[in-house]
């Protein structure tokens, strides 16, 4: 999903030829600006503003009016109608509002599931992926399978197991006839883990490929250091391996939390997030295409999103951005 | 497959740990295909002997009639067409406006650079519900009377193609600017020095050398935008509008009236990008991983 996926951090699949010093490439900007005739310095304004102004517009625009949203009401119609409420909607929301902390504490324990389990097990099977063995590869595509498959997709297929009358589970363990039912999908003591495990089975694929890469670019001859000191598989792994994975578990950190964040198709499509499984993504969706929307309201629960959001991305951003300028 | 080249040196003893290995590894890639095979199998069985049998049973009869259904009986291939109305055009300017924004950072203004792929990048990474109440709004406000069918830009193709643009060109422009950066810049120097314009520097110089990075982006950006699910569901109120994906859940109630068609449903629009993955499977690999590894 757009989901989600997303992960920054400069370089390369295919190698480009190696960088110059930031110093002569200064120069060669310079250079390279004296050059120009004024036709030029349009089409560069253009293709720099163009889409900048659209990215801004549409996605920085809406998230600052998501802030200001959030103190006022608003009809939606016209904006002289927009009243300013103060903290109102902030208040209500963290008082009366039945569903919000069970859906912080929802996205929280996605988030500690995420990285607890299917995590760790992605960077298992990335090592074990990662000796050269055979069919690898196709070990591979089949657990990174249902990382291609839509959210939504994903949701329907396992409906299909967790049904209580026809799915999968319930058929074998027989729990499918009345007085004996196990409800994985209604029940809200068990709805967000059996949809948990949907999104691990999803979530530990895309973390082997991470690894793998990630594994990949270690340095082969600190594996061989390590076997002529006489280090085990799991001392080597320990010691001398996973350290030189900082970089991405920096990646995988921040991609595990922005997917917890953003945690919604397949909530919506197992079962609306109704009781049990609630999140504040599907609570600020809700409240759009609910009977009842409203703006000031909606936008009080995006902007709780927005702040834990910046506070993971603007600190991860800047460490990776400094560490491109001094490289 | 790196099978053909069993490397020399490892060791012989540990056959034994490798074939356990290889029990652990098969027998956990098949748990990992047991709900798409477990919908494949309902799927290809008739509802009537499922109702009957159970679903956990032998199959007497295995066809493929709930696809053929699921497929018509929806009119699939209006979703599918709606899907590549707002793919197509959203992944190719994706890609164009962001290349622009990458060239000109790369190779233009280094000051600039930062501030700009910084404000591109964390806009990337915002979950998409943050801005969806002032953007559903603004959607709303906005009228196109003439140039969309609904007159605005909410219930619009052209709406969710802008979203995605502006959305997915932060990660994009970010990528490809590290790429073009890395590329020599004697290149764009002689030629500028030659006198070519800044376009062509931009579209006969820079451009073909970002191939490789510009395939695995389209690769990537074509799957993230067939699966989209929430632009649409909120952003498009006609049903009839809906890309497939989004789709989906509107007619699972509507035509898929049992758990085979559902499950025939779900599966036939998985097949696009399943097509696209086995096809591209290198591509998208290495888009994803296009900037996760920096050692």
Redesign the interface.
Known sequence: ??????????????E?????T?K???A??Q???R???R??RI??A???G???I??????????I??IF?AFTTWD?IGFDSIKWVGLDNFKQLFNDNPQFWPAVQHNVIWFVVLILIPTPFGLF?AV??D?????????Q??????V??????IG??????Y?PD???IN??IGANKPGHYIDWIGDPHLNLWAVLI?AS?RHA??MM??Y???L???DPSLREAAALDGANEWQTFKSVIFP?LR??NT?VL?VTI?EA??A??LV??FNKGAQGTEL??IL??N???GESSR?GY??AI?VV??VI??AV??PY??AT?R???RA | ???T???LK?RAPVRPA?IL??V???G???A??A??L??VF?ALRPYSE?SAK???SWPSKLTFENFTNAFQQSDMLHYFGNTLIIAVPAVLLTLF??S??A???A????R?N?A???????????????????????Y?LTDLPGITASGKLYDSALGLV??H???????C???LS??M?????EL??AA??DGA???RL?WQITLPLCK??MA?LAT?LS?????????A??LISTGENMPI??A??NL?GQYFTD?NL??A???L??IP??VV?FAL?RQ????????????
């Open positions: 999903m757009t989901t989600d996926m997303t992960t920054k951090t400069p370089e390369a699949a295919t480009p030829p190696p960088r110059r930031p002569k490439k200064r060669a900007q250079s390279h600006r050059l120009l005739t036709r030029d089409t560069l253009l293709m720099a163009v889409p900048t659209l990215h801004v517009a549409l996605v920085w625009v809406t998230a009016a998501s949203l939606g099977l074990q992926l000796k050269r063995i055979r069919f690898s590869r196709v070990y595509t089949a657990f990174f399978l249902p291609v498959i839509s959210m939504a997709c329907f297929v396992w409906q299909l197991v049904n026809t799915g999968l058929s074998i949907a089975w694929g895309y490929i991470l793998l890469a990630g990949k670019s270690v030189t970089p991405t990646v921040v922005i964040l953003r919604f198709d919506f499509v504040l993504s600020v969706t409240n759009i295409i703006i909606g936008s995006a999103l927005l959001s910046l991305i603007i951003l800047i951005f560490k491109e300028r | 497959m790196s099978s080249t069993l490397p490892q490798r290995l290889h652990f590894l098969a956990t890639a098949l990992w295909l709900p798409l477990w919908a309902s499922t159970g679903y956990v406006l962001s622009c924004v060239f000109y950072v190779r233009f203004d280094f600039v930062l700009l792929l910084l404000v591109f990048t964390a806009g990337n990474l915002l979950p998409q519900q943050v801005i969806i109440t002032p953007l559903y709004r603004l709303l802008l979203i643009v502006a959305f997915q060109s932060g990660f422009a970010f990528v590290n790429y950066r890395s590329l020599p810049h764009t120097e500028l020095v314009s800044v376009w931009y490789p990075a695995a990537l799957i993230w935008i067939y699966n989209d699910f929430f632009w569901l909120v994906t989004s989906l859940n699972s758990p559902v499950a449903g779900s599966l629009t998985a990008t399943l993955y499977q998208f690999v290495s888009g994803l991983t296009l900037g996760a590894n920096k050692g």
